[in-house]
């Protein structure tokens, strides 16, 4: 597998963390897609996946960031757990790529995919938590509420991306993984 | 199908605040089976004429009727209106995102009430139109194609809906020259099979060998429409011309019988051979 | 100024348009750490005359910026009755099913809320009163230290001013794909769900492909002219902290260490 160099991997991430502002600015307009298909979570998840785990990491703290200095949204009460959600799917989905090699990228993406939502959710779910509604109890209610409503989301997301990680790949934009 | 264009305006305001008014009460028609091209420079309002007549923007005062309906009104049916007129933007190849060349042209036809096997002749038909071999392409991806191929590809996913306006917006900027002849010939022998063109481009020799009208705009106002040999004529000496007409001025200088009804290659290539040559009958 | 980049700015000249970017990201951390700190009666008290004075000195409309927190109206709700009704499920006033009010769990709630809307308050008045680029201009000195642990700062800058001026290109590009789908006869507005969901295909990838095609030509052109990395990147000179900067940050840290000794 040809490797992409330094300076195309920083390219991809910047260009990464401008759709997390642009994208759901772009879908504001259509009503409700932008509830159903969580705009801001497919550029990182991208990112990680082709760019590895420090640039996803990257793209995951600095998109919202970005997107809530240039946009307002997220909002500033909402911000931290957002970015913490982000950056771990970033994080974890560079790692899992780096990791798993079943010689099928289909597989490999999905594996990915799956893992890093999960966690990144659970961990978003103790954040909030955390800081809106410290205690055991509420702890659990917060992290299954937001698995429950956000699985439509997740669902398209996971066909979603792995359609543009092969156009992009058909259009010869990054490299094919094996 | 008649577009008829009454006293239309268009004003938004810009990302800095600034209040933007890019058509200013525009009015003129365009008959059934007109080839005609909207000129003006950069900034004009020709992308927000064609975008308003497409139904892509709402007009903030007047009306466009097509077939004497107005498309903005709350009864016309959107879907109609997609079907009846198809718009080829730049750089169209950006629009390109199925696995293969058939789905992409297909997407086009999603929601028109085609059975399976009229939508595959028409999808068929569109390719090979635009120069492909059918059962080749089919099943490519089109996003693993050349620059050229894909947008000839984007091309015939408008084409495939069969509208009956095909709206145009630069379509030859970036071709080489035998692109630019092979694309003007084939919108020239659509709009003789009875489609309307409307066609936004710079280049003035392609207008002037191919469209019969000509709308002029300047700062989101219509200065001049009509007959393009009558407004090419009319500039005959200015540089706003063709190049025919600029090299028969060049040749001019000092006798003024070259210039006299040149806008076309072939026609400075005959005013040459009256010239020279003394024939009269230009072919 | 473009209203997109702009962010929400509000062109001022106040003394807290004034301060520079960097001391103001760091008060606001430690008038973040008052805030939570919170307890007592005269802790809040503290707090809230803190934020108070900054709203005023930063001579912004206050409809403006309680504007966020009015529109978070519904989430204000929920957080409260979230830890009203859960928070202590040993104690409570009344039991019914899974909801267990209590003292103990009102009181977090209020303070839950409190805490909430004025660090709300706090990071509007800076986002307010500082340009995005101001902000992402400090973040980037801030972020320096990280260098020690191997974090490549400068790299990490780089992609970030890249990724600012790649905003205005690909929003004018995701309109024109809009459009152009459109125009074939994409639905965005179904009313049925899995018309909408799958409607985002024509959108979401030639927005990527069209955004990874401007990511492979410009890290070609920066190649082409011998860039690796953005070590030896020309650097912005810095503005020295006046007096006013260290002011500023002495009254935070004094706020904060009146706060800490009331606790006792």
């Not at chain 1, 398209?156 to 259009?171: D, E, R, T």
């Not at chain 2, 890019?22 to 000129?39: E, K, M, N, R, Y």
């Not at chain 2, 692109?179 to 709009?191: I, T």
Request: glycine content about 8%; hydrophobic content about 50%.
């Amino acid at each position: 597998m040809k490797k992409m160099s330094y300076v195309k991997l920083s390219i991809i991430t910047a260009v990464s963390i401008a759709l997390c502002v642009v994208l759901p600015m772009a879908f504001h307009s259509i009503p409700n897609a932008g509830s159903i298909i969580l705009p801001m979570h497919i550029p990182v998840l991208l990112c990680g996946l082709i760019c590895g785990p420090f640039f996803g990491l990257l793209a995951g703290l600095a998109g919202p960031l970005l997107s809530n200095l240039f946009t307002g949204m997220p909002p500033a009460a909402f911000l931290p757990q957002m970015m913490i959600e982000l950056a771990v799917y970033g994080l974890i989905c560079g790692l899992m790529m780096k990791m798993i090699r079943t010689k099928k990228v289909f597989v490999d993406l999905y594996i990915s995919l799956i893992v890093s939502i999960i966690i990144g959710r659970v961990v978003a779910g103790i954040a909030k938590a955390l800081i809106f509604a410290p205690g055991n109890f509420t702890m659990a209610v917060w992290t299954t509420s937001y698995f429950v409503t956000g699985w439509p989301g997740i669902v398209i997301q996971l066909v979603l991306i792995p359609a543009v990680v092969f156009a992009l790949m058909k259009a010869k934009l990054i490299p094919e993984r094996y | 199908m008649q577009i008829t264009i009454d006293n239309l305006s268009y004003t938004y305001t810009d990302p800095s605040g600034q209040t933007v008014h890019a058509l200013q009460s525009v009015s003129c028609s365009i008959d059934p089976g007109d080839f005609t091209g909207i000129i003006g420079r950069t900034g004009c309002g020709k992308t927000t004429l064609i975008l308003l007549i497409a139904g892509l923007l709402t007009p903030t005062k007047g009306h466009i009727f097509l077939d004497g309906r107005d498309i903005n009104d709350k009864s016309y049916d959107r879907n109609l209106l997609r079907q009846s007129i198809g718009v080829v933007f730049q750089y169209p190849e950006v629009q390109l995102f199925e696995t293969t060349v058939e789905k992409d042209v297909a997407f086009g036809l999603t929601y028109s009430r085609l059975g399976s096997k009229e939508k595959e002749d028409r999808i068929e038909w569109a390719l090979e139109t635009m120069g492909f071999d059918f059962e080749k392409i089919r099943k490519q991806s089109p996003l693993a194609l050349s620059g050229g191929e894909k947008r000839r590809v984007a091309i015939a996913g408008v084409l495939a809906v069969k509208p009956k306006i095909l709206i145009f917006d630069e379509p030859i900027a970036g071709l080489d020259p035998y692109g630019r002849q092979n694309f003007m010939e084939l919108v020239s022998r659509l709009n003789d099979d009875g489609t309307t063109i409307i066609m936004i481009s710079h280049n003035m020799d392609a207008l002037a060998e191919y469209t019969k009208r000509l709308i002029v705009l300047d700062e989101g106002k219509v200065i001049q429409s009509g007959k393009t040999r009558d407004i090419f004529l009319g500039w005959g000496r200015d540089t706003r011309g063709t190049e025919p007409q600029q090299i028969a001025s060049l040749i001019s200088k000092g006798k003024n019988t070259l210039l006299d009804d040149v806008v076309t290659y072939d026609d400075l290539i005959f005013a040459l051979k009256k010239q020279l040559l003394g024939v009269e009958q230009h072919e | 100024m473009n209203k997109l980049l702009a962010g929400r700015y509000l062109v001022g000249n106040s003394l807290l348009h004034r301060l520079d970017g960097r001391v103001k990201i760091i008060c606001l951390l430690i008038l973040i750490a008052l805030v939570i700190g919170s307890r007592s009666v005269s802790s809040y008290a503290i707090s809230v005359s803190a934020v108070c004075m900054i709203v005023l000195l930063s001579k912004l409309p206050p409809a403006y910026v309680l504007g966020p927190v009015g529109r978070l109206w519904l989430f204000f709700i929920t957080i409260f009755l979230m830890n009203a009704l859960f928070f202590d499920t040993l104690n409570p006033l009344y039991s019914w099913w899974i909801f267990h009010p209590s003292v103990a769990g009102i009181k977090q709630g209020f303070s839950v809320v409190v805490h909430v809307v004025l660090v709300l308050i706090l990071s509007s008045v800076l986002t307010m009163t500082t340009s995005p680029t101001e902000v992402t201009t400090a973040l980037e000195s801030l972020i320096k230290p990280l260098k020690l642990i191997g974090v490549p700062t400068e790299d990490v800058a780089m992609i970030i001013s890249i990724a600012i001026q790649f905003i205005p290109t690909l929003l004018e590009e995701t309109e024109a794909i809009k459009m152009a789908q459109i125009a074939r006869g994409a639905r965005f507005e179904s009313k049925k769900l899995k018309e909408r969901a799958f409607s985002v295909f024509p959108l979401v990838i030639p927005i990527f492909l069209s955004a990874f095609k401007r990511a492979d030509e410009l890290s070609l052109a920066m190649e082409a002219r011998g860039y690796r990395n953005a070590k030896k990147r020309t650097k912005r000179k810095k503005e020295p902290l006046s007096s006013k900067d260290y002011i500023a940050l002495c009254i935070c840290v004094a706020l904060c260490l009146v706060q800490f000794l009331l606790l006792r």
